[in-house]
């Protein structure tokens, strides 16, 4: 379905606006299929993040600010999400005496295990949708992407340094 079927909208501003307006709806729609996997084991998008990156930690615990720093949607409560996964009995928490701010997370075996059995389900299926791109359309296409994410990045560093100078 196109985009203009999916907005209910003919015509657009410029070809740009058009293509952000098409990254967010693409965007959407692969959390969308992210939700429908991960939802009958009561996990979400963030949730499953937020595993993955203490998977990569092999066996290593993690600093909670810098776990907050590695998530694809650094707004998400990195604090409210570990409780709900502590209470899964899939990650462990654990203060720091000398600082009773810094809490340091590790994956449980439990988290482990179902990360492995979402192995077998998620990354197939993001990649069916990516496997409706020829590899060399995808690596123009993450090459566009790419300047795009430092436009937004250049753009988000800005309006920061501009609004502490006043």
Request: glycine share 4%; charged share 25%.
């Amino acid at each position: 379905m196109k985009l203009e079927s999916h907005l209910h909208q003919s015509t657009f501003p410029s070809e740009q606006i058009k293509l952000m307006l098409h990254i967010q709806l693409v965007a959407r729609q692969i959390v969308a299929v992210t939700r429908k996997v991960l939802s009958p084991h009561d996990l979400t998008p963030q949730q499953y993040n937020v595993l993955r990156i203490l998977r990569g930690q092999k066996g290593k615990s993690i600093a909670v600010q810098s776990l907050a720093a590695r998530m694809i949607d650094p707004a998400s409560n990195a604090s409210r999400l570990l409780d709900k996964l502590e209470s899964k009995g899939l990650v462990i928490r654990n203060i720091c005496p000398e600082d009773r701010r810094r809490a340091d997370v590790r994956i449980t075996e439990a988290g482990k295990a179902l990360l492995t059995k979402l192995d077998r389900v998620l990354p197939p299926s993001i990649a069916s949708i990516g496997a409706s791109i020829p590899e060399p359309k995808a690596t123009q296409l993450n090459a566009n992407l790419s300047t795009l994410l430092d436009a937004c990045d250049n753009l988000i560093n800005s309006n920061i340094n501009q609004s502490k100078s006043k």
